[in-house]
């Protein structure tokens, strides 16, 4: 065999020059050759031949010949590499382990998981997770957009852990084959993100979806056995929610975090097998501001200051610091909380462990004592590799440590050694292989087994109060005093001073601290049928607190304070969007009476019992009027004479001062007092009276509501020791208010009593009776009412509305549907209408409605759309469907709430312009035919269309596109597919309203909250008489004339069973004026543009009676003067067509008017209405200070 030719790789060499390799360098060149096979690619040897070298054998941490792969390399040019190297070993780590066996066999049980077990890893959360900055070079601020997922604390895998400290290389280690880590850069759609799906700027409402994306990738991965690999997944959120928590305080409250990790977690829990999730509790972020605030450490503080303004702009101890801290204390322990209920350890090859070492974590100090940035990217916000290289060292070290002894406040500046498992405990520890009991699990007694089996919701969602199961309920909320406040619940034997607390999250009838396993609530009960539940209070504090939630008791409240406590309930339930509030099925316990009856003796005639009942009275009338789809539980008054025998018993430890402070009236008085034998009165008048409101059926008038009277408080019996004593083991400290072991008892009889048909609820309660919870039947699976109890009321008294909401009285007997279908639509009468559907813009989804601010002015209130909304009822809410519900109650297509689930036939879109109405058009017929709701060729149907402001706000930046020509084809493209494909149509044109009158008012003085110029810009930018303004009047008349020519033509006349007819009612509207001559502000929401739900119901008003109008004699104008009885009663039965005017003036010798005549009609009445117009607003200009230019007053008269 000739000599081999080789190339010296040493210093010597000269670059291509051939060389002799003599023969008895053959052998070093060979063992040069396999240890370079054990060296990581980046950091092989160059050949020498001086000596032979020893040959390597492979180790225990890499048994395997080195790849580019395994050995992560670098793509960096020798020499940058080399320096990388060098700069980032410092983050590297040795593993001291000598065990890194996989278990014999693959485990079945989460609680035998070794870490060589593992196969795959995974993580969710924000940037931090995401390694923004991980990477970058100091004062480099742009590069911290960069995510170095690679360099990730809990899933990065760049390198290997010699260089790299990341969970994924530590478990690379006992398990080199490990799936799923992260590498390098890039957002988390790259490839290289693997199964780190965080997300830079996420929140906890984003978890969710990002686990839906994490399975998504398992499932798709052929490398990935999801069924059967072990997986480790790590989050970590909160930051970005504490960081806009002084925003929106509802939205980011503790409660809605807790929720959100639940819905992520649960889906994990449902949907992914063998997987051990690490749930790490996010840092006290305040201990950010001690870097933010040290002048003398560089911090780009702007920057800190947008990404996290809640935490740095606030002053210290200022209440935003101290709702921010309460915040994030309740954040961590809602976590805990939600681990400890145990849902998460219902599965063998399933759990979730809190790993807490950044819960007390405190800001890494300089030894000169100041704060270390050189933890933090150059944003001095997020982590640089130093802090995620302790990080992961520290969240390997939890996850080796047992329950109660995990670290939670690890020094991020310490030295962390890394833990190994150890013989006797070789697996991650779990709550089971640790042998530990939640604290909470000490007090069994509190809590209560569920066992019914039937936990489903009805088949088809309820439409009736008396058809309500409990899985159906999707709200719970409380009123009342202290008693549901929670006052001393949880307070300690002895500790008085801590009567004050309000223990809301273990009130009786709302608390929801941990689970019915160890709390036991009504909330705790209906989450075993509804596990989404909202409404229910957690933890301490007032009714103001946003974790007090739906709970609106206040602690000392009397019957007369309910009012107030209702109407804070209604404003909570209607702006949190959590809350469908036209569409949830509700439950609001009531309880009221006993401070009005500690104070009796005061005042008698105050508190009497009449008076005590109207205001409850006035309480439930609100509810009614304003709350639907609600059972009302009203607890009757308490008979707590008993309680006296705890004061007057001189053995027990319970305080006469107090019950002198607390209730004079009852708790001092002696047996045979003639005080004794008032108050027994009293409190059988105030019981009796309440009895009398709820049976006179004055709340059963609708099918959405009731009320419902629970009477099992009306007599009790105080619990008793075996010697005779009173227990006062059931009493709070000052033995007047309960504590928990009494509020267990009264949920479950409260529960019970909820179950029980009317007339055999029970009437007593017992303190120590072993009260099993009762389950619906299957004779009787819904909640008991008077009317699916088979009970009876005396003759009904229906609640009187309030004074001050926009509904309307109508009344018009005799109006029935017609004997026989009709089959023209010229015979058609308002009760032959089956089906009501809208097309349009932001005023048909009712946009502004009941708009407060900013925040809520895009809320689509399309329950309250003038022209489909079906909110309340017509009493409460004046819109065309409660009108036409008042003829047919059997209505359909109308839309309620705010959620685009319950928009019905509303096909509206805001923003829409008129080449939008052909789409929203063919959705609608789409939707109509695929409906099982409806007779799609048989069932009458009323279409609404009011299109157009949107193309004359834009007219000027673009008048091509928004031109008359194209805006009126666009009109006729619609009602073609309306002519084409609908049968049994009405369709209703509103013609676009004139947006000048806009201009009157002055938006800044107004208060509006959006400026007229982003709004508006072509009506509300241009200068008074301007050539422009003038272009757009002319414009906005072109649309209406157009669409009048367009429509009265013969084109949609060919089919008996559709008609178009033109609604007029805004050709000439007046601008509303308070009694100072100014804009009418009442009308129209906070922005000064959109409608309120006043003038909402205004154009309902004038669509309707405009509908009754013959063609011809329509009003073309309204003058928005608000008016319960404005509505008009059909003279004529039929809906007005141009071909069944009846005799009047556009009909002649049963031949149709020419059209030009109609509108020489319609323009000469125009002409007059302009007159009188202008002769009123003379009259008001002449008041003025500044009179303007008659002509130009008379325009902005009118809009």
């Not at 740095?312 to 209920?341: A, C, K, W």
């Not at 049963?1150 to 009445?1165: D, E, M, S, Y």
């Amino acid at each position: 065999m000739p000599p081999s030719t080789g190339r010296h790789a040493n210093a010597n060499s000269t670059k291509g020059t051939p060389m002799e390799i003599p023969g008895k360098e053959y052998a070093a060149l060979g063992v040069g050759l396999w240890n370079n096979m054990m060296e990581p690619a980046g950091q092989k040897q160059l050949y020498h031949f001086a000596e032979m070298p020893n040959a390597r054998c492979p180790s225990q941490e890499h048994p395997y010949f080195f790849t580019y792969r395994n050995s992560n390399s670098s793509s960096l040019p020798p020499e940058s590499r080399a320096e990388a190297i060098s700069q980032q070993r410092s983050f590297g780590t040795s593993i001291p382990c000598s065990s890194r066996i996989p278990s014999n066999t693959v485990p079945a049980s989460v609680h035998n998981l070794r870490p060589a077990d593992i196969k795959v890893i995974g993580a969710l959360g924000d940037s931090i997770t995401a390694g923004n900055g991980a990477g970058s070079s100091p004062r480099d601020v742009l590069d911290v957009l960069t995510q170095y997922r690679g360099l990730s604390w809990s899933v990065g895998g760049n390198e290997n852990i010699s260089t790299v400290t990341t969970l994924a290389n530590i478990l690379r280690e006992f398990n080199p084959s490990l799936l799923g880590f992260s590498t390098g850069k890039g957002g988390e759609s790259k490839p290289e993100a693997y199964l780190n799906q965080a997300v830079a700027g996420a929140r906890s409402e984003h978890v969710p979806a990002q686990v839906r994306k994490l399975i998504e990738l398992m499932k798709t991965d052929p490398k990935i056995n999801l069924q059967e690999d072990w997986k480790i997944i790590t989050l970590f959120i909160g930051g970005n929610d504490l960081c806009r928590c002084c925003d929106d305080p509802v939205h980011y409250s503790p409660e809605n975090f807790t929720n959100n990790i639940q819905t992520a977690l649960d889906i994990l829990h449902k949907e992914v097998p063998r997987t051990f999730v690490n749930l790490v509790t996010i840092l006290h972020i305040t201990t950010l501001r001690k870097l933010y605030l040290e002048k003398s450490v560089y911090c780009p503080r702007l920057i800190m200051r947008n990404l996290c303004p809640c935490v740095l702009i606030p002053e210290d101890n200022s209440t935003e610091i101290e709702l921010l801290d309460s915040f994030n204390r309740r954040y961590q322990e809602g976590t805990h909380r939600l681990v400890e209920s145990g849902r998460y350890d219902t599965k063998e090859d399933f759990t979730v462990v809190v790993q807490p070492f950044l819960e007390d974590t405190s800001m890494p100090l300089t030894p000169e004592g100041l704060p270390d940035s050189s933890y933090f990217a150059p944003d001095c916000f997020h982590f640089q590799q130093k802090a995620h290289s302790q990080a992961a060292r520290a969240l390997w070290n939890n996850m080796l440590e047992p329950f109660g002894g995990k670290t939670n406040a690890q020094e991020l500046e310490a030295v962390i050694t890394l833990k190994c498992p150890s013989q006797a405990q070789p697996y991650l520890m779990t709550k089971r292989n640790s042998n530990y009991t939640y604290p909470s699990e000490a007090t069994p007694e509190y809590g209560s087994q569920m066992l019914c089996e039937d936990r489903v919701p009805s088949i088809n969602y309820p439409t009736s109060v008396h058809s309500l199961k409990p899985a159906d309920v999707q709200v719970i909320a409380a009123l009342g005093d202290s008693l549901t406040a929670g006052s001393g619940i949880g307070s300690k034997p002895n500790d008085i001073l801590d009567i004050n607390t309000q223990y809301r999250g273990l009130a009786w009838s709302i608390g929801g601290d941990a689970s019915l396993t160890n709390v036991t609530t009504l909330s705790n009960i209906l989450r075993e049928f509804n596990t989404n539940l909202k409404g229910y209070s957690t933890g301490t504090g007032g009714q103001n607190e946003p974790n007090a939630f739906l709970n609106q008791a206040v602690p000392g409240a009397q019957a007369g304070d309910l009012p107030d406590q209702v109407k804070q309930l209604v404003k909570l339930m209607k702006n949190d969007s959590r809350i469908r509030f036209d569409s949830d099925w509700k439950i609001i316990t009531v309880f009221i009476g006993i401070p009005d009856l500690c104070n009796y003796c005061r005042d008698v005639n105050y508190y009497s019992a009449m008076n005590f009942s109207s205001r409850v009275q006035e309480a439930l009338d609100i509810l009614h009027t304003e709350v639907p789809k609600a059972l009302v539980n009203l607890v009757e008054v308490m008979d707590f004479l008993p309680l006296r025998q705890l004061f007057l018993d001189s053995r027990l430890p319970c305080s006469t001062h107090l019950a002198q402070n607390q209730c004079s009236c009852v708790l001092p008085i002696q047996e045979g007092s003639s005080d004794l034998v008032m108050m027994q009165k009293a409190v059988k008048d105030y019981q009796s009276n309440v009895r009398k409101i709820v049976e006179t059926g004055r709340y059963d008038t609708r099918e959405d509501f009731t009320v419902v009277l629970q009477p099992f408080l009306r007599t009790i019996t105080l619990p008793l020791l075996q010697d005779g004593h009173p227990d006062i083991s059931f009493f709070a400290p000052d033995c007047f208010h309960l504590n928990q072991k009494s509020h267990s008892q009264l949920s479950r009889a409260l529960w019970n009593s909820m179950l029980q048909p009317l007339g055999k609820k029970a009437v007593s309660f017992d303190f120590m009776a072993n009260i099993t919870l009762s389950c619906p039947t299957l004779h009787q699976p819904f909640l008991g009412t008077y009317k699916n109890s088979n009970d009876t009321h005396s003759s009904l008294n229906p609640t009187k509305n309030p004074s001050q909401n926009w509904g309307s009285d109508l009344s018009c007997p005799g109006q029935t549907a017609s004997r026989e279908v009709p089959t023209s639509v010229h015979k058609l009468r308002p009760a032959d209408i089956q089906v009501v559907a809208a097309l349009g813009d932001s005023l048909t989804t009712g946009v502004g409605a009941q708009a407060t601010g900013l925040d809520d002015i895009h809320i689509n209130w399309r329950g309250l759309s003038w022209s489909a909304g079906s909110e309340g009822s017509l009493e409460t809410h004046t819109t065309l469907p409660n009108i036409l519900k008042k003829f047919n109650s059997k209505l359909f297509g109308f839309s309620t709430g705010t959620q685009k689930e319950t928009a019905g036939f509303n096909r509206a879109v805001g923003g829409a312009t008129a080449q939008n109405l052909s789409a929203q058009a063919r959705e609608l017929v789409d939707l109509m035919k695929s409906s099982s709701d409806i007779n799609y060729e048989e069932d009458w149907k009323l279409v609404t269309i009011l299109i157009g402001g949107n193309d004359l706000c834009q007219y000027c930046l673009d008048k091509e596109t928004y031109s008359v020509e194209k805006y009126i084809k666009h009109i006729q493209d619609t009602l073609d597919i309306l002519y084409k494909e609908l049968p049994r149509a009405f369709v209703n044109m509103v013609e676009i309203m004139e947006l000048t009158g806009l201009r009157q008012m002055e938006r800044e003085a107004s208060g509006c909250v959006i400026p007229g110029a982003s709004l508006c810009p072509c009506i509300l930018n241009p200068p008074g008489n301007s050539p422009e303004l003038q272009e757009m009047e002319r414009i906005n008349r072109e649309f209406q004339d157009r669409t009048r020519v367009l429509i009265n033509s013969s084109h949609y006349a060919q089919r008996e069973d559709f008609v178009i007819v033109v609604q007029p009612f805004f050709r000439n509207t007046i601008m509303p004026l308070d009694s100072d001559g100014k804009p009418d502000l009442s009308f129209f929401a906070v922005d000064c543009f959109h409608f309120s739900e006043r003038g909402y119901a205004e154009m309902a008003m004038a669509l309707w009676n405009n509908m009754l109008e013959p063609v011809g004699h329509k009003q073309t104008y309204n003058n928005f003067t608000y008016d319960r009885l404005k509505l008009k009663c059909p003279e004529y039965p039929y809906l007005y067509t141009s071909q069944n005017n009846e005799g009047q003036s556009s009909k002649s010798n049963g031949k149709l008017v020419p059209f030009w005549a109609v509108i020489v009609a319609a323009t000469a009445g125009v002409l007059a209405g302009s007159l009188i117009v202008w002769i009123w607003m003379t009259q008001r200009i002449s008041k003025r200070s500044q009179a303007g230019d008659a002509r130009i007053e008379n325009k902005t008269a009118v809009f």
